[in-house]
């Protein structure tokens, strides 16, 4: 418990991916002296892992760990050694498009669409090819980078409604420089090539095989690596209430006062400057925009139904359901799911109807994690959501009438996506080194607002270096170099060659 007489080198806020990189990098390092506050009573933040009553585990969000860095690789292996801890994938994921499951990226794979859209797709990815031969400027706007990219057809089928329902805003609002590796750019020779053969073409991108952990989600993997650190120096279920950055001193729900010789915080940006002293000095930071996720599991009884196979994800542009993801949550881990010796009661059929029975009964199960977006520019009643939900999973298909129902979880994470919007680069430029210049370093998902560098691999790097930066001055490379980071491996840092410095 911390008193007002506390005094540490280095105070990190939040024990999510970003806290946790600061923390494993403080601990390394033989000097300064530090203590990390958690509002939580676990680790892993938005990355952590729910336990539903009835057995079944939820994420919060479809997560799946790819990473750019050597360092934040051995740290996993670290907290999770064995073979046995982790069970590899390699992505299957498809594009419901009206009544067709068109393998990921939609953009190599238009020759599974039906004909008069294969000609729209095609027609729009010439024109936009041979416009670019003439272009003179970039494109503004996501959207226009879309229709540069992608063409008209392409942009109308699925990414503009798609954006809009991952997003909550028009893509017109968003700017484009953060894109590089997340958009597939087209080969047009190769789509006519493929829509001619018949061919379909998928596992493209970063996240194309992936590993999950065998048990507790991808949470475990945070609770393991807040294993690997120093247990007196991590506080659970303390709040910090209010930062005067004039004195260095963050306040504590319990009254304490903690002094700090510098702060790396990591709850969002817009709630940290509402809780400093002169926060008319980073106004702009309440504008930034970002869309909330509701998370809603279903735990299904019976076998995992051929029709979802070993599928990892589905993405849904269409509006015959709220969500604009679904993933296999069962297929990533058997323990994902309660055993098949569980006695669980129905609790209703996917078509609203109540059961023959609610005696409860075996299983086995298989689940589904679902995302849906929020804004003020995308209501969502959340009264009705996880049943609109169901209902979208018989639209698609994804569930039949009869299925039986046995768990339905709904959680709301009001901080879920960084949008990076037209203005996103102008504020962040002026309010991160003022709050640096005050020895405040924002950083992670929400800390620095950065989208491109908001995964769990990135989270961790910007708490690494932020330390690094702290103790050494180095570069925070992933914070100011996004796309250097994401156009290759990161191997510089070693965890076994830094210890002690
Ligand atoms: C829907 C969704 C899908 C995602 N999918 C992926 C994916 O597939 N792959 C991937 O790598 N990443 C994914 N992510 C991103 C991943 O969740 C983030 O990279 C990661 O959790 C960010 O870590 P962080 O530490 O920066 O922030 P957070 O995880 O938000 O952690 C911040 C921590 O600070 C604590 N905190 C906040 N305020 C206070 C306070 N006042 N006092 C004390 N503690 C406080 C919070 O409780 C929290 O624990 C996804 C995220 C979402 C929302």
């Not at 991916?17 to 300064?32: D, F, M, V, Y």
């Not at 139904?305 to 881990?333: E, K």
């Not at 078509?351 to 199960?365: A, I, K, R, V």
């Not at 689940?367 to 804004?375: K, N």
Request: aromatic letters at 10%; one cysteine or more.
């Amino acid at each position: 418990m911390a008193t007002t007489t506390n005094y540490f080198d280095v105070v990190v806020i939040g024990a999510g991916p970003t806290g946790l990189g600061a923390a494993k990098r403080l601990s390394q390092i033989n000097g300064p002296s530090w203590a990390l506050f958690e509002v939580n009573p676990k680790a892993g933040g938005l990355s952590a892992t729910d336990e539903t009553p009835e057995g079944f585990l939820i994420d919060y969000g479809g997560h799946v760990v790819f990473s750019h860095y050597k360092y934040f690789d051995e740290c996993l292996d670290e907290a999770l050694p064995r073979a046995e801890d982790w069970h590899r994938h390699q992505r299957i994921s498809y594009i419901r498009y009206k009544d067709t499951w068109v393998p990921y990226p939609f953009q190599n794979n238009i020759s599974v669409l039906p004909i008069e859209d294969q000609v729209d797709c095609l027609d729009g990815m010439i024109d936009a090819a041979l416009e670019s031969r003439s272009a003179t400027t970039k494109p503004t706007n996501f959207d226009e980078w879309t229709l540069r990219n992608l063409g008209k057809g392409i942009s109308n089928a699925f990414m503009r409604p798609y954006s809009f329902k991952v997003w909550a805003i028009e893509p017109t609002k968003m700017q484009c420089q953060w894109l590089g590796e997340r958009v597939a750019a087209p080969d047009v020779k190769k789509a006519v090539t493929n829509v001619l053969r018949n061919h379909t073409a998928g596992n493209w991108g970063p996240n194309a095989t992936f590993r999950f952990p065998a048990s507790g989600g991808t949470g475990g993997i945070w609770t393991a690596v807040a294993k690997t650190l120093p247990q007196r120096n991590l506080h659970f279920n303390q709040a910090v209430e209010r930062i005067d950055e004039v004195q260095k001193v963050i306040h504590l729900a319990d009254g304490s006062g903690v002094r700090y010789g510098s702060l790396i915080t990591t709850m969002p940006l817009d709630r940290l400057v509402s809780q400093l002293t002169q926060k008319e000095q980073y106004s702009g930071c309440e504008t930034l925009f970002h869309s909330a996720t509701h998370v809603i599991g279903i735990g299904v009884r019976g076998f995992r139904p051929s029709r979802v196979g070993n599928t990892c994800w589905y993405y849904f542009p269409g509006d015959n359901c709220p969500f604009y993801r679904a993933t296999i949550f069962s297929n990533y881990a058997p323990a994902n799911v309660p055993r098949a010796e569980k006695l669980l009661p129905t609790l209703r059929l996917a078509d609203g109807s109540s059961p023959e029975s609610t005696q409860p009964t075996l299983g086995p199960y298989w689940s589904l994690l679902l995302e849906v977006s929020e804004s003020r520019l995308k209501p969502v009643d959340r009264e009705t959501i996880v049943e609109d939900c169901i209902k979208g999973l018989v639209n698609t298909g994804l569930l039949a009438s009869s299925d039986e129902i046995v768990m339905t979880y709904h959680k709301y994470c009001d901080h879920g996506y960084p949008t990076p919007t037209l203005e996103r680069n102008r504020i962040l430029e002026e309010a991160l080194p003022a709050l640096k210049s005050r020895s405040i370093y924002s950083r992670g998902r929400f800390g620095s607002w950065k989208y491109e560098v908001s995964n769990q691999d990135h989270s961790f790097m910007l708490g690494v270096e932020a330390v690094d930066h702290i103790v050494y001055g180095s570069v925070e490379l992933t914070l100011d170099y996004p796309d250097v980071v994401n156009g290759r491996k990161n191997d510089e840092r070693s965890l076994h060659k830094m210890a002690g410095r």
